[in-house]
T-cell receptor, first 114, second 110 residues
Framework: EPEVTQTPSHQVTQMGQEVILRCVPI?????FYWYRQILGQKVEFLVS????????KSEIFDDQFSVERPDGSNFTLKIRSTKLEDSAMYFC????????????FGSGTRLTVV | QQPVQSPQAVILREGEDAVINCSSS?????VHWYRQKHGEAPVFLMI?????EQKGHEKISASFNEKKQQSSLYLTASQLSYSGTYFC???????????FGPGTRLSVLP
C-alpha cells in the first residue's frame, strides 16, 4: 500500500535554530497536512495545503512556521527560531482528490529542541 | 472546533466490549476513526459520511448519527492488539478543517 514518507525520523536541534521537516506524500494525492503531537497529548492540526497554497491553518501555525512544496514530490514544514515548546512529534498526512477523503499519515518526525 | 470524546480512558479484559463516543457541536461532513499505538502514527480505521451510516472493520464497527452529530465506535470481543488511543476526527466539509478529538485511551488486559 502507498505510504507517506517522513524524514528524518528524529531530529535534535538547539533552541533558536531553524529546522526543516520533510515529507513525501502519496504521489496522486492533492491535499497535504501537517499535524503536531506533544508527547502524551492530543494530535493538533497545524496546516492544510492544496493547489500550491495554504487552504487552512490553525492558531498554532504562526509566523514561525511555513510550508512549501518545492517540487512535485516533497512537502516541507519549516520552523524558524525553534523554541523548547516546539518539541513534539510532527506528522505529515495526505489525502486523495476523491469523493471520500482518507487521510494517510506518515510515521512522524520526533523533534527535540534543547 | 474540536470534537468531544468519551470516555477518556477504558480498561477492558480480553473478550469484553467497549463503546467510544464522539460528538460535535456543528454540522459534519464526515467522521473518521483512528487508532494510535504508543510512539506510532495514527492509523485509519474507517470513515463515516453524513447520511447516518454504520460501517464495520473486523470486530470494530461505528455509527454516525447525523442529526445529533454523534458517532460511536464499537469494539466487540476485544483483543490485546486493540490497545491504544482512539481518536475521532471530524470534517465540516470535504478536505477542510479536519480536527482530531482528544482521544480515548483503551487498555486491553489478558
Amino acid at each position: 500500500e502507498p505510504e507517506v514518507t517522513q524524514t528524518p525520523s528524529h531530529q535534535v536541534t538547539q533552541m533558536g535554530q531553524e529546522v526543516i521537516l520533510r515529507c513525501v506524500p502519496i504521489s496522486n494525492h492533492l491535499y497535504f497536512y501537517w499535524y503536531r503531537q506533544i508527547l502524551g497529548q492530543k494530535v493538533e492540526f497545524l496546516v492544510s495545503f492544496y493547489n500550491n497554497e495554504i487552504s487552512e491553518k490553525s492558531e498554532i501555525f504562526d509566523d514561525q512556521f511555513s510550508v512549501e512544496r518545492p517540487d512535485g514530490s516533497n512537502f516541507t514544514l519549516k520552523i524558524r527560531s525553534t523554541k523548547l515548546e516546539d518539541s513534539a512529534m510532527y506528522f505529515c498526512a495526505s489525502n486523495p482528490n476523491s469523493d471520500i477523503s482518507r487521510y494517510t499519515f506518515g510515521s512522524g518526525t520526533r523533534l527535540t529542541v534543547v | 472546533q474540536q470534537p468531544v470524546q468519551s470516555p477518556q480512558a477504558v480498561i477492558l479484559r480480553e473478550g469484553e466490549d467497549a463503546v467510544i463516543n464522539c460528538s460535535s457541536s456543528k454540522a459534519l461532513y464526515s467522521v473518521h476513526w483512528y487508532r494510535q499505538k504508543h510512539g506510532e502514527a495514527p492509523v485509519f480505521l474507517m470513515i463515516l459520511l453524513k447520511g447516518g451510516e454504520q460501517k464495520g472493520h473486523e470486530k470494530i464497527s461505528a455509527s454516525f448519527n447525523e442529526k445529533k452529530q454523534q458517532s460511536s465506535l464499537y469494539l466487540t470481543a476485544s483483543q490485546l492488539s486493540y490497545s491504544g488511543t482512539y481518536f475521532c476526527g471530524t470534517e465540516a466539509n470535504y478536505g477542510q478543517n479536519f480536527v482530531f478529538g482528544p482521544g480515548t485511551r483503551l487498555s486491553v488486559l489478558p
